[in-house]
């Protein structure tokens, strides 16, 4: 447990800014809009009213509301406009909230953020029957008893991210009837009590990522029935068992990324069945969770990134028909993807493999499974070379590529082509949008990620980008036909050197008896003549008659060549014609 806190107080700040994001972009936001209400107004509408307005707050009375932020303010006051709907106290030094809102009964909207509470005490939300936003985030607020929030009927969104509460009493939210949004956000709850969310029928968002639960809080969620979206990011959730969610038909969103989770059962998460979008991303999964993700039919967007996972086995997203965003990034132990991987996604639109340092070989064909897919990123992988059978370049709208070791050699000519049409397309793009003042958008076009595609070799070409390549140095053909046509010329001399040497010896001792000999080690090379045709015993005189090639223009008619028959009668003397050109040398038999 020691080992738990610890990261958690280096991590305190990174928690901070990310629970508190909102509540500031909402300080700002009515900044401006308070800014931009002519001070002259305000003046007018204090004369009119018996409420003194404080050197250091906004009033606006025509709007019923009044900003005292960032005004240093210890305590609330208590002598602005009693009819006010909306007040904002956030970034002052308020530590205690004792009996101060029952003048501002029709308040419906109450911020304290960053102020310095520590307690809410009881009842002193009672007389804010009307309050729908309670923003209570970035205090020191260490627990909520039963009577903490009581009267708060019409609150639809409260905001408790950032305290320090450790517990909440089961029956804290029993007022709360209207509660749509809670965040509960960088806390240190470990647990939620069973029958917190009991009354809170409409609950629909809750965010209780940044605490430190260490499992799902199984209990408190069978309530939340109408829960649509579900924050669990950066706890310490070990594993997901069978029966760990309850039915939550309404559950489109979960997050349960950076937690530790090495293991879901099978059936544990078979009761999200209105699941689209899930983020199992920055756990310790070790395998592909292919079972329990069979069961989320309804399942668009899943994000596995940041996981142990060694290989992608075939149809490793069973059943998921829906997927249309895939993330598998940072796995770095990913060594293996199989060519099926993702034969049951037949709506996939887009694929994240970025960061896959163990990748040096994409399986061919991986996407052709896949018809929508429009985008596949692959930066940063270990890959060197790529084929253009391995994306559906047609039908593709981003590629994405660069910070893989590529050797750039002729083999790459097709992505080079590519970047040079879109190099070519930026620059008439440009050129366009001067002339005409707007762009043309060809929807066959191809986004690459051009300058972030680079070489590690060949040697000339090492550290370059492949754009900058020439045409010459990713030209396949000059290559392959120098090498055919050098190869064939060494063949050929060769072969005439071959010839000369053999038949050289041969022409001088024509009618000696070494002729035999000679003509029994060819016959070894050469086809049998099929027996069976040939009556009479074999004779190794008529072995000349098949060593020779078939005549290519001897017969009478050049166009239809003799069948190659060497015993039919009609041929013989075709044969005998040939025997003056003997020396030639005999490409075919050799
Ligand atoms: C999860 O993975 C991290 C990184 O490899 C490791 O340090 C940690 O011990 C793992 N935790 C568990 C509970 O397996
Ligand atoms: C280009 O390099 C890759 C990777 O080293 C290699 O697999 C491929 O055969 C090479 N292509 C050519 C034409 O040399």
Redesign the pocket.
């Known amino acids: 447990m020691v080992s738990k806190t610890k990261p958690d107080m280096s991590t305190l700040k990174i928690v901070l800014r990310r629970c508190g994001t909102l509540a500031m972009e909402d300080d700002k936001i009515q900044f401006m809009r308070w800014r931009a209400i002519p001070t002259m107004l305000v003046l007018a509408m204090i004369g009119s009213t018996r409420a003194i307005c404080p050197a250091a707050c906004r009033c606006e009375n025509d709007v019923l509301r009044t900003s005292c932020a960032s005004a240093s303010l210890e305590i609330v006051p208590i002598q602005l406009n009693p009819e006010l709907h909306e007040l904002d106290l956030s970034n002052n030094k308020i530590v205690h909230i004792h009996f101060s809102f029952p003048f501002y009964e029709k308040l419906v909207n109450l911020n304290l953020s960053h102020n310095r509470i520590k307690t809410l005490g009881n009842a002193n939300f009672n007389s804010q029957t009307n309050l729908t936003r309670l923003d209570l985030s970035s205090n020191q607020i260490e627990n909520l008893t039963k009577d903490s929030l009581k009267g708060l009927k019409a609150l639809t969104h409260l905001d408790l991210s950032n305290n320090s509460l450790e517990e909440i009493n089961s029956a804290s939210f029993r007022e709360l009837h209207s509660l749509s949004v809670l965040k509960l956000c960088g806390n240190r709850l470990v647990h939620l009590e069973g029958g917190l969310f009991r009354t809170s029928k409409h609950l629909k968002e809750l965010h209780l990522n940044d605490n430190q639960f260490l499992d799902v809080p199984t209990a408190a969620l069978s309530d939340t029935i109408h829960l649509k979206y579900l924050y669990l990011s950066r706890n310490l959730i070990l594993s997901i068992e069978d029966g760990d969610w309850p039915h939550l038909p309404e559950l489109h969103t979960l997050f349960l990324d950076s937690n530790v989770l090495t293991d879901i059962h099978p059936d544990g998460l078979s009761t999200l069945v209105a699941l689209d979008h899930l983020d199992l991303s920055d756990n310790n999964l070790t395998a592909m969770p292919t079972m329990p993700l069979a069961k989320l039919s309804s399942l668009t967007n899943l994000k596995l990134s940041g996981n142990f996972i060694s290989s992608i086995p075939p149809v490793a997203f069973r059943g998921l028909f829906h997927l249309r965003i895939l993330k598998i990034d940072r796995l770095e132990t990913l060594r293996q993807i199989d060519a099926r991987a993702f034969v049951d996604n037949i709506n996939l639109e887009k694929v994240h493999m970025d960061y896959n340092v163990g990748i040096e070989k994409l399986p061919t064909r991986l996407f052709y499974g896949n018809p929508k897919v429009k985008y596949i990123s692959v930066r940063y992988n270990s890959l060197?070379?790529l084929e253009a059978i391995h994306f559906p370049v047609d039908h593709l709208q981003e590629l994405r590529v660069g910070g893989n070791p590529l050797?750039c050699?002729?083999?790459?000519g097709w992505l080079w082509q590519l970047i040079q049409e879109y190099k070519y397309k930026l620059l008439k793009l440009n050129g366009t949008a001067h002339m005409n003042g707007k762009k043309t958008r060809n929807t066959s076009e191809l986004t690459l990620d051009m300058s972030d595609i680079s070489c590690v070799?060949p040697e000339e070409l090492s550290g370059e980008l492949l754009v900058d390549a020439t045409k010459n140095q990713m030209d396949?053909s000059v290559?392959w036909m120098a090498a055919v046509s050098v190869t064939v010329t060494v063949i050929f001399i060769l072969l005439v050197i071959g010839g000369v040497i053999y038949w050289a010896p041969k022409r001088r001792s024509r009618s000696n008896k070494n002729d035999l000999e000679i003509d029994d080690s060819l016959r070894r090379t050469v086809p049998s003549p099929p027996r069976s045709r040939k009556t009479e015993p074999y004779d190794p005189g008529q072995v000349e008659k098949y060593i020779i090639p078939p005549p290519i223009m001897i017969h009478n008619d050049y166009r239809s060549l003799p069948s190659w028959d060497p015993y039919g009668t009609s041929s013989m003397n075709v044969y005998e014609q040939l025997n003056d050109n003997r020396d030639r040398p005999h490409i075919v038999y050799v």
């Not at 050699?409 to 790459?412: E, G, I």
Request: hydrophobic share 20%; glycine share 20%; aromatic share 0%.
């Open positions: 060197q070379t050797i050699n002729c083999s790459l070799g396949c290559g």
